[in-house]
Nanobody, 125 residues
Framework: QVQVVESGGGLVQAGASLRLSCAAS????????MGWFRQASGKEREFVAA????????YYADSVKGRFTISRDNAKKTVYLQMDSLKSEDTAVYYC??????????????????WGQGTQVTVSS
């Protein structure tokens, strides 16, 4: 059974940094890609960033480009989201997701098969 577990959320001031971690368990599980999504209160869940596991190709939402950095540790099956220059509009529950196969779009939630429970990030202005 595959589990995806996020950690690292918290409350910070605007301009600060946070690093989220996400570990995928499952001895034989090898993701095609892993991604981060977020959902602010009263809004739909939106794509943040993704990385393919073998080639390390990276995708970002325009709203976080230049401020967030996604990376991976293949041996630990862990993906990280370094968030710098945080803004109040980054406040949301952040979800990590893992996809088993290539689906043509890393931006779509339907491309991911396993999801974490989410971790709250709150940025005060």
């Amino acid at each position: 059974q595959v589990q995806v577990v996020e950690s690292g959320g918290g409350l910070v001031q605007a301009g600060a940094s946070l690093r989220l971690s996400c570990a995928a368990s499952g001895r034989t599980f090898r993701p095609y890609a892993m991604g981060w999504f977020r959902q602010a209160s009263g809004k739909e869940r939106e794509f943040v960033a993704a990385i393919t596991w073998s080639a390390g190709v990276i995708y970002y939402a325009d709203s976080v480009k230049g401020r967030f950095t996604i990376s991976r540790d293949n041996a630990k099956k862990t993906v990280y989201l370094q968030m710098d220059s945080l803004k109040s509009e980054d406040t949301a529950v952040y979800y990590c997701a893992a996809g088993r196969y290539y689906t043509g779009s890393h931006y779509s939630q339907t491309s991911y098969d396993y999801w974490g429970q989410g971790t709250q990030v709150t940025v005060s202005s």
